[in-house]
């Protein structure tokens, strides 16, 4: 019997600092309350220490780097530009990362839009950006918020992309932060890689795009965490729970999300699950998401060690797993892994 396989990915989100209405951000955050958005990027001075993380365990890494159609447009893409290629010579992937934004006259801010044709036209529009600044195509997404609509789902098939890591199984919101943003869906969509339906993104179809959902344990239970956390609207209570959370082994997330603010007690669960999974079944696919911007701590302005931490901690499990062939690939290997798997 052949051993079984774990395809790791790492799909990270890589953007501006956090904007100042997420708890904890109020002074390093980017201030999204004004058209043009004040931008910070003061994590970014330690986005080497980040990526040397990864890169001395020859693990590669997928920045999907943000790109919009206001208020960041192709901003980062020029300004890192020399970082971002750096990391596509040390052999990580370089893909898109797109928030549906649209400012609101009336509320005086930025907040994500759910009209589908601007959806589609910002995807489509931002790739365009992307390729233009960078010299590349994009081959991989994820969207802002894990946003998705079948209009955006069918734009990034449309320009090529070959696989979309948005997808948080059995999870969804009507919005967070006075419903400004975070608005998704996910309640349906399977836990293993997918090509989407053309009608419905969450069902499995004939698209050519490949979803692959962020790893998650398949309870179906929502803690008591997760219900409570999106209610709390009062920035300073979440605040004070956070410590909290961390030191009794707590966190709302059933998913691969490696977030220095609440207990990573979940992260071992979801390695040791994915593990049965292969054994059970050849191959299973393990992919973890995490925001670089995390690796600056907003109440210091210097670096979070604590993700620091979290970020060995899973790379070291996953490198110490027996019995089993781990393969680290970049999200596009992953399509290609799949493909090869399914024809
Ligand atoms: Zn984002």
Redesign the pocket.
């Given at each position: 019997m052949p051993k079984p396989e774990l395809c790791v990915a790492f799909a990270c989100?890589t953007?501006d600092n956090h904007p100042n209405y997420v708890p904890g951000w109020t002074e390093y955050g980017s201030d999204y309350e004004k058209n043009p958005a004040v931008i910070n990027w003061s994590w970014t001075k330690y986005w080497s220490d980040l990526s040397k993380s990864f890169n001395t365990r020859n693990v590669p890494v997928t920045w999907l780097m943000?790109v919009d159609d206001g208020p960041i447009y192709d901003q980062m893409l020029k300004h890192l530009k020399e970082k971002i290629l750096e990391l596509k010579s040390i052999g990580d992937e370089i893909g898109i990362?797109i928030?549906t934004w649209s400012w609101d006259i009336k509320l005086s801010k930025w907040v994500q839009t759910i009209n589908p044709k601007d959806e589609a036209k910002i995807v489509t529009d931002s790739i365009t950006m992307f390729k233009k600044n960078q010299g590349f195509a994009p081959l991989s997404a994820s969207m802002?918020?894990h946003t998705m609509s079948n209009e955006i789902m069918s734009a990034l098939d449309a320009n090529g992309l070959m696989v979309d890591a948005s997808a948080l199984p059995k999870n969804c919101s009507s919005g967070k932060f006075g419903k400004r943003d975070n608005i998704y869906d996910w309640s349906r969509a399977p836990t293993t890689p997918y090509n989407p339906s053309p009608t419905d993104y969450q069902l499995p179809g004939d698209m050519e795009i490949l979803e692959v959902p962020i790893s998650s344990l398949s309870s179906n239970r929502p803690s008591m965490l997760s219900k409570i956390v999106p209610k709390l609207s009062d920035k300073k209570s979440l605040a004070r729970l956070l410590p909290l959370a961390r030191q009794l082994n707590l966190t709302p997330h059933n998913n691969l999300y490696i977030t220095p603010w609440w207990s990573s007690s979940v992260y071992n669960k979801i390695i040791k699950a994915y593990c049965k999974k292969a054994h059970n079944e050849g191959t299973a696919y393990l992919i973890g998401t995490f925001h670089p911007s995390d690796i600056l701590d907003p109440k210091t302005g210097n670096k979070n060690f604590i993700f620091e931490e979290y970020i060995k901690q899973v790379l070291n499990t996953i490198l110490s797993l027996e019995n089993i062939n781990v393969r680290f690939m970049k999200l596009s290997e992953i399509a290609e892994r799949f493909k090869g798997k399914s024809t």
């Open positions: 989100d953007e943000r990362h928030h802002g918020w």
